[in-house]
């Protein structure tokens, strides 16, 4: 390096190489220009200011300065190298392997550029490219470990598990015998295990447990050693000695359910599906009874049957597993049960054990055929239970009921109100649910978790400003929103993208959803550091488990939400032309909303501006005290202003769209917007593809038929074809056509006919009917609703009563009347038929719901009494104290 | 004790981050809202006023503000006591006053003092039981619950030596 330099520049050089080192850039700067002073157009010393710049947040004069110097000295493999490094710094991989590869032409050997340029391999996933590297890398230097390693790892990443067994085994021929010493037993251990584990993955077990055992002594980690020996003990098909390792791992945890899992399997007393014959279930209820006795502080051995059992031994057997926890008050209990509610038989015996304790207690203050006196909080914590039952099965009446008595008996139970603010917002109300939801707040400030819970109820309510408030009491003092967003808190993200899109403010709901997208890409980045990290510690089987993690990210919920929604944003700028996409939303809203709603724009903006100023003075008070720039840039574009502006929309979705289809292809929404997209795009032949999709995942759901009978009419309906594509996507139809059975030969309206037949008793199928009734001919829009009006509302005569409707079809069906079929008189008397339905919704405004104006959480209502303690005669002074009612009753014990 | 199963009852103070939990309590407990001195009077107490848990429930309190008298000395005035209906007859409210006794002969307060409706007569037996002793009646103290009249009721502390 600096080789062309005279020695004095050339220890300059070297000073710049260590100042950029050692992150004294300041020091290398100086030297650089003391370099370029003598020689102005020196490529390398060009190229390291730059760089030096780049980690000086001068990114501009950086390119500009390493660009200058490859430019000035191509030849220089520490010019590309420079400008390797630059591009990775800006997350620019593919522009900076390229770079790599360029200064490996001109240094072929160069160790440091070849490890760089194998990390990036490791994470763009080039595998090829990566085991070509790293064997390079063993070749050049093979008396290093971490050559050896990461050769092997590429070659399990490439999946040539086997070749990297042998090279595992060709650099323990190169250890001595009494390696590892002391300090590195732990290292050992872990590419012991590693090698284990891959001699497990290509199926050679005898020789992994030979493996395994042989080189015991070696191995550190016992815990992992057991489990490693069970898993292959079992896959040997050796039960008896699985069985015995089980029960010792079980004696040291035995709540974990993979133990039991696998003990089951040794008695051939497993299935997927969790379904059993008798006989089987005897067996496995004679197993946990042995179990239990000899696990007695496990809590899984009492829980696992309750899975399996049946009828009146899971009666039985609930009612145990129940007393104790009440008694205890164990507040989870409700949704460690609620896997049990799947199932068709066992919600009505939950049900008829609980309301049988409740009834025992609240008469003798036992639990059924017990004489043992329960504390006070058991009826609470039966009712609590009972209250979660209801909501569960839809019965809110009876819910509320539960849950009042519950906050009668005991009103500081936080619990109590969360799960009151919960069903308030199943029932339909969410001003309430959000009431409610704050008011457990505020019983306890210092919990994070019902703050969030909180937020999250207010954003449903669309109470944003309220809710990023809230939320921000738990955030670091000073960075407020921004430290939301740098925790990557994307429930908050998706919460307030969703009110924000039911609002009709698309720029701030897009930029929600798509910072969600962003924290992927994050996760996805963070990876890169323990590309290098794990291969030092030798932490192969978790480094290999998180690659496989992140090459699936993508199919987690959270994108897959965030990306569905962003795609219905673009959706709905497509479809509303932008400069009118803002007022098309004001139009829609009552003029009494208008107004708020404008008010509620200008104090924003009034913030907004009191914000930047803020904002401002913080920065230049942050530069002057520091002199670093730990200062944020600023966000250009805060409330997504410059995202609705976008010249195609669809060209934007798309890039979301390909990526669900990549990780979430048995997703039926997926196909739903990618259908959406593709016919907007007039894209017929990837429309079609989508309804293909739907209707292999699922043929009878409604949105599946809705896309059916929509793309069969827009491409039957459009004139024969003329150019040379379009008469080859009607061929390709043409063919395709026979092979969807529910067509065959039949019309449109035919079609849509078959599908009520098939589904006479489903609100939300004859919905779908009717809409296609009226898209197929307008004429027979009086049919159409009449087919909605018709329906019945069965209520299921299992125990008690219970609606099959569920509130958001019904909501659905609303719009449907009022906006589809634009019937306002049919959409009145829908609503006020679903007010009966649902009194506390507030959509339809039923009668307990909030909007009425005698409710506790009507908003007009609540800031009359807001003027705290009405009048009372005794609301001030000393006279205040009270001793009275509490000791009315107060029997004092003795 | 009322019940056949031991649960265990633990005090723990009252701050600005769990002071919904007293004014729950007082809602049900009392036939009078509190204003914002009543609240600021107890966490200013410390020690002197204390949540009661059942089995992590907190089930009752005691409020006390502490006054100066003439003179210098300290003395405690408890403003309320009270258990939740479901939890009375196990010891809690008992548990609760202990509490502040000890905390009173520690810290050398001279006397602690309450007001009691005087028909109360549960509540009265319960703090003569204590050592409380009836000092004064004032007439008229209610002003909408018959009867009106209430009663002082005092506990004074032998004074040690050191104090004084």
């Not at chain 1, 989508?690 to 599946?704: F, T």
Request: aromatic residues 8%; charged residues 30%.
């Amino acid at each position: 390096m600096g080789a062309s330099l005279p020695p004095k520049e050339a220890n300059l050089f070297k000073l710049i190489v260590k100042s950029y080192e050692t992150k004294q850039y300041k020091k290398g700067l100086k030297a650089a220009d003391a370099i370029l002073k003598k020689f102005p157009s020196h490529g390398e010393t060009l190229s390291m200011k730059g760089l030096t710049l780049n980690c000086m947040d001068r990114k501009t004069e950086a390119y500009e300065l390493v660009r200058l110097g490859v430019k000035n000295d191509i030849k220089s493999h520490v010019c590309w190298h420079v400008f390797g490094l630059l591009y990775r710094s800006d997350r620019e991989y593919r522009e900076a392997i390229k770079c790599y590869r360029n200064a490996l032409r001109i240094d072929p050997e160069n160790l440091e550029i070849l490890r760089d340029l194998s990390l990036l391999q490791a994470q763009m996933r080039d595998l090829s490219g990566f085991v070509e590297t790293r064997q390079q890398l063993l070749t050049l230097k093979p008396n290093h470990r971490m050559n050896w390693i990461g050769f092997a790892v590429s070659q399990h990443l490439n999946a040539n598990a086997s070749k990297a067994v042998e090279i595992l085994e060709a650099f323990e021929g190169t250890l001595e015998d009494d390696y590892p010493p002391e300090n590195e037993l732990c290292e050992h251990t872990e590419m012991i295990l590693y090698k284990v584990s891959l001699l497990e993955e290509i199926g050679a077990f005898d020789k992994a447990l030979e493996e395994l055992h042989k080189k015991e002594p070696k191995i550190v980690d016992k815990l992992s050693y057991k489990e490693l020996e069970v898993s292959l003990l079992s896959k040997l098909g050796r039960p008896a000695e699985a069985d015995k390792l089980y029960r010792v791992l079980l004696s040291m945890n035995p709540d974990n359910y993979r133990y039991y899992e696998g003990l089951q399997k040794c008695f051939g007393l497993y299935s997927e599906s969790g379904q059993y014959s008798s006989d089987k279930i005897e067996k496995l209820n004679a197993l946990y009874q042995s179990l239990s006795e000899q696990y007695t502080r496990s809590s899984a051995v009492k829980r696992i049957p309750l899975d399996f059992l049946q009828d009146e031994s899971f009666k039985e057997a609930v009612a145990k597993y129940i007393k104790p926890l009440l008694t205890k008050g164990v507040p989870s209990l409700f949704s460690d049960l609620s896997s049990l509610y799947d199932h068709p038989r066992k919600p009505d015996i939950l049900e008829q054990v609980v309301v049988e304790m409740e009834h025992s207690i609240r008469t003798t203050g036992s639990y059924p055929g017990s004489d043992v006196k329960e504390p006070p909080s058991t009826l609470l914590w039966t009712l609590f239970f009972l209250a979660q039952h209801y909501d569960k099965r839809g019965q809110y009446d009876v819910a509320l009921g539960k849950i009042d008595e519950a906050i009668a008996h005991t009103p500081t139970v936080i619990d109590l109100y969360s799960v009151k603010s919960r069903i308030m917002k199943h029932a339909g109300d969410l001003t309430a649910a959000a009431a409610l939801a704050d008011e457990a707040r505020c019983m306890d400030l210092a919990d994070r978790y019902i703050n969030s819970e909180c937020v999250k109820r207010m954003l449903q309510a669309d109470q944003v400003t309220l809710a990023e408030k809230t939320a921000v009491l738990f955030t670091k003092e000073g960075d407020q929103i921004n430290n939301l967003h740098d925790m990557q808190c994307m429930w908050y993200d998706l919460a307030s993208g969703d009110s924000y899109f039911r609002q009709g403010d698309l720029g701030r709901a897009l930029k929600r959803f798509l910072a969600v997208e962003k924290h992927y890409t994050d996760i996805s980045e963070d990876q890169f550091d323990f590309h290098s990290y794990c291969l030092r510690k030798m932490t192969l089987r978790s480094y290999v488990d998180m690659l496989k993690f992140q090459d699936r990210l993508h199919s987690f919920p959270y994108f897959h939400k965030a990306a569905i929604r962003a795609i219905r944003c673009y959706l709905k700028l497509h479809d509303s032309p932008k400069s009118t996409a803002e007022e098309d939303g004001m139009s829609k809203m009552a003029p009494a909303q208008k107004k708020k709603m404008k008010k509620q724009r200008k104090a924003e903006e009034r913030a907004k501006k009191e914000a930047e100023s803020k904002s401002e003075e913080s920065t230049a008070s942050g530069v002057s005290k520091s002199g670093k720039k730990n200062v944020k840039p600023v966000d250009p574009d805060p409330h997504g202003q410059k995202l609705i502006q976008v010249e195609e929309p669809m060209a934007e979705a798309s890039k979301y769209l390909r990526l669900l289809q990549k990780h979430s292809p048995n997703a039926l929404e997926t196909h739903l917007v990618s259908f959406e997209v593709n016919m907007r795009k007039q894209k017929f032949l990837l429309a079609f593809q989508a309804v293909k999709q739907m209707l292999k995942l699922d043929a009878e759901n409604s949105d599946s038929h809705r896309s059916l009978i929509k793309f069969f009419l827009k491409t039957e309906s459009t004139s024969a074809p003329t150019t040379e594509a379009e008469k080859l996507r009607w061929s390709v139809l043409e063919a395709e056509r026979p092979s969807i059975s529910q067509l065959q030969n039949k019309s449109l309206v035919e079609v849509n006919e078959d599908f009520l037949g098939r589904h006479k008793d489903s609100l939300v199928h004859r919905a779908a009917y009717a809409e296609m009734l009226y898209l197929l001919d307008p004429s027979k829009k009086t049919e159409a609703i009449k087919t909605i009006e018709d329906s019945t509302d069965k209520v299921v005569q299992t125990n008690g009563a219970q609606r099959e409707w569920k509130l958001k079809d019904c909501i659905a069906v609303h719009k449907l009347l009022d906006t589809v079929l634009l019937d306002s008189e049919a959409a009145s008397r829908w609503k006020s038929r679903c007010a009966e339905y649902f009194p506390c919704s507030t959509y339809f405004e039923g009668k307990r719901s909030s909007v009425m104006p005698d409710s506790v959480y009507n908003s007009s209502r609540k800031s009359n009494d807001n003027g705290d303690a009405p009048n009372h005669p005794m609301g001030q002074t000393e006279m205040s104290d009270g001793q009275v009612e509490a000791f009315k009753s107060l029997s004092v014990s003795t | 004790m009322g019940t056949g199963r031991e649960a265990s009852v633990s005090l723990d103070g009252v701050r600005d981050k769990n002071v919904m939990q007293l004014k729950k309590l007082n809602t049900v407990l009392f036939p009078v809202r509190y204003n914002d001195k009543y609240y600021a009077d107890a966490i200013a107490s410390g020690e002197f006023t204390k949540l009661a848990y059942y089995s992590d429930i907190c089930v009752g309190a005691i409020a006390c503000r502490l006054e100066k008298k003439e003179g210098g000395a300290m003395r405690v005035y408890i403003m309320t006591l009270g258990v939740l209906a479901p939890y009375r007859g196990i010891g809690i409210g008992s548990k609760l006053l202990n509490h502040v006794l000890d905390i009173c002969t520690k810290q050398n307060i001279s006397e602690i003092y309450l007001h009691v409706q005087t028909n109360n007569e549960d509540a009265i037996k319960f703090y003569k039981k204590f050592g409380f002793e009836i000092t004064d009646t004032i007439q008229d103290y209610y002003i909408n619950i018959e009867p009106r009249d209430c009663y002082v009721v005092t506990k004074s502390f032998a004074q040690s030596e050191a104090s004084k």
